[in-house]
């Protein structure tokens, strides 16, 4: 049976229906792996044993016909979610062999509903990149086109996703990491509001910015999942307790009437012309369904980029401070305290995430500290305004979730301010705190997906959901082949 | 003689008594197997998160309420970087722009003289772990128990001018807190900890000189010596034309001298920034209310209430409240029998007595404040005679025997058997015709001898009142 191209809610149905039982659901995914993975290299570690007991679990659960909506459901998770016994690498040779002893609330949430877990997926190392080709153990490519990245930093997830590897994986999205792979890769990436979804035992990256969100095949398989994942959660303090009851409410409900904000400073120079053609057309698509276009500006956008830089930078710089080598992870050697300290460190990180803590505590260092952290901090309160302002008279925002589609592997290598640039499309909604999903509007000449990003307001996933889902509907995509 | 004048400020660390630590659930108790009170979110395991104790922040308050502060109607949570083996996350959450608790002041007294310090800000923050290194292993190992304990650190103004004032400071201060029951401030655990900054200028300066701070100061002993120290090596380096560095110096108990630990070169640049993992604090009129209601009377209000309503002296009040287990003792002992002032005598002297004897400690009484207050009591209804109290309480110190079986074990109680009182009397006066004849001629000092003899006899089975009347009438003759 192939269940390459199908979705979670389909497979729950012929779970349910006991058309397929758990185990060869998981089987048939760990089978692709095997076969496929070779080229993709998307998996850091496959969990075959534990893959079956969960099944067998599931199982159980669907017998007595007391299944969740993730019961039995094959997933994979990116390799910055804590797994409670599984090694939990963030790409990074600091972490090559770190067991945690606890699993991510969002994690235990899942285990909750009996789903499978076929293991763990690759990312730009510590989630400091857009194209996993930072990772110290697997650089993904993509399966569009295995000589193109697949995005990042879940580049793994989204890569594992399009390949048929697995239902649907779990993300985290600092700066546009699940949204712009997602896009890469053709499939549909969720980022939630901050404080949807606890960050407990997401490695972090910047404190103020990550959020762990569904790469999927469809929005509403997004959807599900979120309703899974969500929640308030007391060991984590910036969770919100903004009561729900099901992301997927409002799907198959008319769009007609619903205001659609096109932000120009999305549409400028910056982004290629046939990912402008495509979202714009996307647009239109949303105008014949009764959706109203609305034009606006976010004029803050120009210093998007530098803005997140120093904010996330200044986080990672302290937040990895803690991989010195002492409790956990890469020891390296030296006379004194300091000297392992330095060697661990050098030898545990790659060239990226040095760069970065470098930009951090530069960022934060006395004398600098309001030259650039402080400024940040009030772009930051700048950009939000400017979305509240969009928001007050429009329901959701339409933009391309890269200024490209994914582009050749090494083509960025030496070229970091590039790099970085290219993530303006994304960051202003993290900034911001606020949901966005990329689904697939369009390939491009070679082949290659092209995503458009749906923005929404704080706690208002259900509405992107929703219009995500309307084009989905009308759109028929292209799945990849290996 | 030197003209110059120390000026002198504090910062001083206390280590609060909540159940838990200050970002996870942990408990904060003092020692324990190492590392067997630490979690993923204490050791700083990748992916965990802090999220704040409400006690703890209520605590603070309250050391800012007794200490009359200005609390922070907006409080947040910064982050101090700089690595260390002993600090897990290599960084120690902390408050740098918005602390707790801003402008107080605490009066002290100085050879009977009152002086006001000023409070420049109290904050809260997580303490570090300790590291114990084996020189001859050449290896260092640590110990995450203490991680994450909720520590708050008090900065004075540099209102000191002597060691006898910083001494006075610290003592009023682990008073106040251990009344507030916010920290148990036992030095010598390193549960309250000092810094002292210390400079030396000319006494009519308008500037003040260069400072030292002086670190690892574990005792009131230590803040004296090291102050003493430190007048006495700056005011040689002054005096000899030099300049004094401005440096952290450690003091060393054993030398009984300051070394210097690192300059201001050296410093950290802490980079602070605010913790994005919790968010920050506003506190409304209505919880600050129910905080300072939760205060418990403070030792000030104890001594007021003593003078006017028990009629205690103010020395006497002060030497019950100057040792709140002491004080608490006194409390529970009054509630069970409800006579202060003689349960104050009894305690200020023979109880106290004994304390300073070594011959018993308050962390180790026998007995119950309810079985003093029964001894008083006993005295004071004529059921004993008072001069068995030192009998008595003896016993209770050593086996915390009850005061009414050591009465009953040793015969002591009083009896008033007239006829054994006149036999005694009888013989007394038989016995001593000398001393009768002074009496008779009007020597009224004997009669003290004659109550001394009986009552000795008598191993005061019988009251002094009964002893006196018998006396008084046998010796008429």
Redesign the interface.
């Known amino acids: 049976m192939d269940l390459k191209n199908i979705t979670a809610a389909k497979l729950r149905a012929m779970l349910d229906s006991k058309e397929i039982s758990a185990r060869e659901a998981a089987s048939e995914f760990l089978s692709e792996i095997k076969k496929n993975d070779g080229k993709v290299l998307s998996f850091i570690t496959v969990t075959e044993d534990e893959a079956m007991k969960n099944a067998d679990a599931a199982q159980k659960r669907i017998d007595t016909g007391n299944a969740a909506p993730l019961t039995g459901i094959p997933l994979a998770l990116k390799d910055?979610?804590?797994t409670d016994g599984i090694r939990?690498t963030?790409s990074s040779k600091m972490?090559g062999d770190?067991v945690?002893?606890?699993s991510?609330t969002a994690v235990e949430k899942l285990i909750a509903q009996d789903y499978t877990l076929l293991g763990k997926v690759s990312m730009d190392e510590f989630a400091m990149g857009g194209s996993t080709q930072t990772s110290a153990f697997a650089k993904t490519k993509n399966p569009y086109d295995t000589s193109r990245v697949p995005g990042g930093s879940s580049g793994g997830s989204a890569a594992a996703v399009a390949a048929g590897f697995c239902a649907a994986a779990l993300g985290s999205d600092t700066g546009g990491s699940i949204r712009q792979p997602a896009s890469f890769c053709g499939v549909t990436g969720l980022k939630p509001t901050y404080g949807r979804v606890s960050?407990?035992?997401?490695?972090?990256f910047?404190?103020?910015l990550d959020q762990i969100g569904p790469i999927a095949r469809s929005a509403e398989d997004c959807g599900l999942i979120l309703n899974a994942i969500a929640g308030a959660d007391?060991?984590?303090?910036?969770s919100k307790n903004v009561p729900f009851t099901d992301f997927n409410e409002k799907l198959g409900k008319d769009i007609k009437g619903i205001k659609i904000a096109i932000p120009k400073e999305f549409y400028g120079d910056a982004v290629d012309d046939e990912v402008k053609t495509a979202v714009m057309n996307a647009a239109h698509e949303y105008e014949k369904m009764g959706a109203e276009l609305v034009d606006c500006s976010i004029s803050t956008l120009r210093y998007a980029v530098q803005a997140y830089y120093l904010i996330s930078s200044?986080?990672a710089?302290?937040n990895l401070?803690?991989y010195?080598g002492?409790?956990?992870g890469l020891r390296g050697e030296g006379h004194s305290?300091?000297e392992m300290?330095r060697d661990s460190r050098n030898r545990g990180f790659g060239a990226e995430v040095k760069r970065r803590i470098l930009l951090g505590?530069y960022a934060?260092?006395?004398g600098y500290?309001d030259a650039y952290?402080r400024k940040a901090l009030a772009l930051k309160q700048q950009i939000i305004s400017e979305y509240n302002a969009v928001f007050d008279k429009a329901d959701v925002i339409l933009t391309p979730t890269a200024p490209s589609v994914a582009y050749k592997i090494g083509a960025q290598d030496n070229d970091p301010v590039k790099m970085y640039t290219a993530d303006i499309c994304t960051v202003t909604v993290n900034i911001a705190g606020l949901p966005a999903i990329n689904t697939t509007c369009g390939y491009n000449a070679d082949g290659m997906p092209i995503g458009m990003s749906i923005v929404g307001r704080r706690f208002d996933e259900a509405t992107i959901i929703q219009t995500a889902d309307a084009f989905e509907k009308t759109f028929t995509p292209v799945r990849c082949t290996l | 003689m030197s003209n110059l004048y120390p000026t002198i400020g504090l910062e001083i660390h206390a280590e609060l008594l909540t159940k838990s630590k200050v970002f996870c659930t942990c408990s904060a108790e003092f020692g324990g197997e190492p590392n067997s009170r630490c979690c993923?979110v204490c050791?700083?395991?990748?992916?965990?998160?802090?999220?704040?104790n409400r006690t703890a922040v209520e605590y603070i308050v309250k050391a800012g309420y007794v200490t009359n502060c200005e609390i922070s109607r907006f409080t947040k949570w910064d982050?101090k970087?700089y690595?260390?083996?002993d600090l897990?996350?290599?960084?120690q959450i902390s408050q740098m722009p918005r602390p707790v608790c801003l402008n107080g002041y605490v009066d002290i007294m100085v050879n009977g003289k009152e002086k006001r310090i000023r409070v420049n800000r109290i904050h809260l923050e997580e303490d570090a772990g300790k590291l114990v290194h084996d020189e001859a292993a050449r290896s260092?190992l640590?110990d995450y128990n203490r991680c994450g304990i909720p520590l708050i650190e008090m900065v004075t103004e540099p209102d000191f001018h002597s060691a006898e004032e910083v001494v006075a400071y610290v003592e009023k201060i682990k008073l106040l807190y251990k009344y507030a029951g916010i920290c148990d401030c036992k030095m010598e655990q390193g549960s309250l900890r000092c810094d002292v900054n210390i400079s030396l200028a000319p006494k009519d300066s308008k500037e003040l000189g260069t400072r030292a701070e002086l670190k690892n100061l574990n005792s009131t002993k230590a803040i004296t010596r090291a102050i003493e120290y430190e007048i006495y090596r700056q005011t040689e380096i002054i005096e000899s034309g030099g300049k004094v560095l401005q440096e952290t110096r450690r003091f060393s108990d054993s030398t009984g001298e300051t070394t210097a630990l690192r300059s201001k070169e050296d410093a950290h640049?802490y980079?602070?920034?605010p913790d994005?993992?919790?968010?920050p604090m506003i506190f409304t009129e209505e919880e600050l209310a129910a905080i300072k209601a939760d205060l418990p009377e403070l030792p000030e209000q104890r001594k007021e209430r003593y003078m006017s309503q028990y009629g205690l002296a103010e020395t006497d009040a002060d030497n019950i409240i100057n040792d709140k287990d002491i004080c608490d003792f006194y409390e529970d002992a009054i509630k069970a029998y409800d006579k202060p002032k003689a349960i104050a005598n009894f305690m200020l002297g023979e109880f106290m007595r004994r304390i300073n004897l070594g011959e018993m400690s308050m962390g180790s009484l026998q007995f119950a404040p309810a079985d003093l207050a029964r001894l008083i009591e006993l005295g004071d209804t004529d059921k004993i005679n008072k001069n068995n109290y030192k009998t008595i309480f003896v016993e209770m110190i050593g086996t915390g025997e009850k005061p009414d079986a050591v009465c009953d074990r040793l015969d002591l109680w009083v009896k008033d058997d007239t006829s054994a009182v006149e036999a005694v009397i009888d013989k007394l006066i038989a016995d001593n015709p000398k001393p009768v004849e002074q009496y008779r001629a009007g020597e009224q000092k004997v009669f003290g001898f004659f109550m001394g003899q009986a009552n000795k006899a008598l191993k005061g089975q019988a009251t002094p009142n009964t002893i006196k009347a018998v006396l008084e009438q046998k010796l008429k003759g």
Do not use: M, Q, W
């Open positions: 910055n979610l804590c939990t963030c972490l770190f945690p002893p606890y991510a960050r407990y035992g997401l490695v972090a910047a404190s103020s007391p060991h984590d303090a910036t200044a986080e710089a302290s401070s803690r010195d002492i409790k956990y305290f300091d300290i505590n934060l260092s006395s500290y952290y | 993923p050791s700083g395991l990748p992916g965990t998160l802090p999220v704040l982050r970087n690595f260390y083996p897990p996350k290599a960084y260092s640590a640049d980079r602070y920034f994005p993992d919790i968010p």
